[in-house]
């Protein structure tokens, strides 16, 4: 049987900007560590889409046709990376978290980083195929983790049926986390806390 996948995305979806107010502090395209050095963005020529919307071309592109992301910020000396998303998280049919591991993960594991905050409110859908390549992430972190913060419900259910929630931190706080009024360092300083006081 085909598999068809509907992702109803808001018609403003194009006017949705990843965060832009930490440019002052880091910028992926000005990083020679990062996976999207160099690359170079316009205002106004959109040409990414998901299914047939456009997105704003600020959001980068990893290989995927439906998912796009942002790194938002790197901190080498404290080895953690927040990365912000947008779109449907779709494994099934786009292979999403190898691409997103061999393109993007792999290279910051690589540089030390073993702390994700990965930002999820404008990822619509998740679609499973197998563990495969959550289970590689979560066994290179090290003494790290992987946090999911401010994902929408039904993708937080769609995470938990497929059994992935082994490979993540996520629920309580992390699914309501007013992140933008802080700077990265207290939205790793905040997040790191809240781990430790789970683990108590």
């Known amino acids: 049987m ?3 996948s509907i ?3 808001p018609l403003h979806v194009h006017t949705i900007e990843p965060f832009y107010n930490w440019q002052h502090l880091y910028e992926a395209s000005k990083d020679a560590n990062s996976p999207f050095f160099g690359r170079e963005y316009s205002e106004f020529e959109f040409t990414n889409k998901i299914y047939n919307f456009l997105i ?6 990893f290989g995927s046709s439906t998912l ?5 910020f790197i901190d080498y000396d404290e080895n953690y990376a927040i990365i912000e998303f947008i779109g449907e998280w779709n494994d099934l049919i786009n292979n999403d978290i190898m691409l997103l591991k061999r393109n993007v993960i792999d290279d910051l594991i690589y540089l030390g980083i073993n702390k994700f905050i990965l930002i999820g409110e404008n990822i619509l859908n998740y679609h499973f195929s197998d563990d495969s390549y959550y289970e590689e992430w979560f066994d290179e972190n090290n003494d790290g983790w992987i946090v999911l913060l401010n994902f929408r ?3 937080l259910d769609e995470i938990k049926k497929s059994g992935l929630d082994y490979y993540f931190i996520y ?3 992390f699914d309501d986390f007013d992140w933008r009024k802080f700077s990265p360092g207290q939205v790793f300083g905040n997040v ?4 430790s006081k789970r683990l108590l």
């Open 2 to 4: 085909e598999y068809i």
């Open 7 to 9: 992702c109803f995305l």
């Open 56 to 61: 704003h071309p600020q959001w980068d592109d």
């Open 68 to 72: 796009y992301i942002k790194i938002l």
């Open 153 to 155: 419900t039904h993708v």
């Open 171 to 173: 629920g309580g706080n």
């Open 192 to 195: 790191s806390k809240e781990i």
